[in-house]
């Protein structure tokens, strides 16, 4: 059965601060994985999408790595910003269709002005 | 990116009555919809998998009788808490991935607030 696992479950960071978020994956026949972002009471954001045969996707200020092997994917903020501050999920998909996503406990980010 | 709409996104019944939670996907067929629950504090726990004109498959621990999903139609899944209890309060989300894409990506509706009092 897939289990993710996101380390640090809680981190607080000055403004202006680089990151990284950690996820990781028990089984590593994957198909993709997500990342997201949640606001407190609030639905998903989807933030980077990688697909199996991919390293690393970026948009903006985020980078997120994927070692398939090694059942590993990182999330790379950088220069943190108050408005990052929230619950940033890691999600991996096994198949293409008619498959869930399979969600980590999330890491809730706090950045400080 | 391709649209998932979740109504109501709140609701308050009280213990014992039956609360409908609608997904829609607005711009894309969508052959199969994932419901998930979260707790506060906690991440998302996949429910079921709801199979367009088909029954839907629920995870290990999940109470089809109290958790009706139907998916009726292809732009269309529905969640029914059945005799709602305090205990099943919580935050439901649907997804769904768009048909005729290779990428696999799942889409997620805005969540349903349900609070039983």
């Known amino acids: 059965k897939q289990e993710v696992t996101q380390i640090p479950a809680a981190l607080s960071v000055p403004e202006g601060e680089n990151l990284v978020l950690n996820c990781s994956f028990t089984?590593?026949?994957?198909?993709?994985l997500q990342w997201f972002r949640q606001d407190p009471g609030k639905g998903l954001t989807s933030l980077l999408l990688i697909q199996s045969s991919q390293r690393e996707q970026t948009s903006g200020r985020l980078n997120a790595s994927l070692d398939k092997s090694s059942g590993r994917s990182t999330l790379y903020i950088a220069a943190s910003q108050p408005g990052d501050s929230a619950t940033y999920l890691c999600?991996?998909?096994?198949?293409?269709?008619?498959?869930?996503?399979?969600f980590g406990k999330g890491t809730t980010l706090s950045v400080s002005s | 990116g391709a649209v998932v709409s979740q109504h109501p996104s709140r609701v308050i019944c009280k213990s014992g009555t039956s609360v409908k939670i609608e997904c829609r996907s607005l711009?894309?067929?969508?052959?199969?919809m994932f419901w998930y629950r979260q707790f506060p504090k906690q991440s998302l726990m996949l429910m079921a998998t709801s199979n367009e004109g088909s029954k839907a498959t629920y995870e290990q621990g999940v109470e089809k009788d109290k958790f009706l999903i139907n998916h009726a139609s292809l732009t269309l899944s529905t969640l029914t808490v059945t005799s709602a209890h305090p205990e099943d309060s919580s935050f439901y989300i649907c997804?769904?991935?768009?048909?005729?894409?290779?990428?696999?990506?799942?889409?997620f509706g805005e969540g349903s607030r349900l609070t039983v009092l």
């Open positions: 999600a991996v998909k096994r198949g293409q269709a008619g498959t869930a996503l399979i």
């Open positions: 997804s769904a991935g768009a048909g005729g894409m290779d990428t696999g990506e799942l889409f």
């Open positions: 711009d894309f067929q969508a052959t199969t």
């Open positions: 089984d590593s026949a994957i198909y993709n």
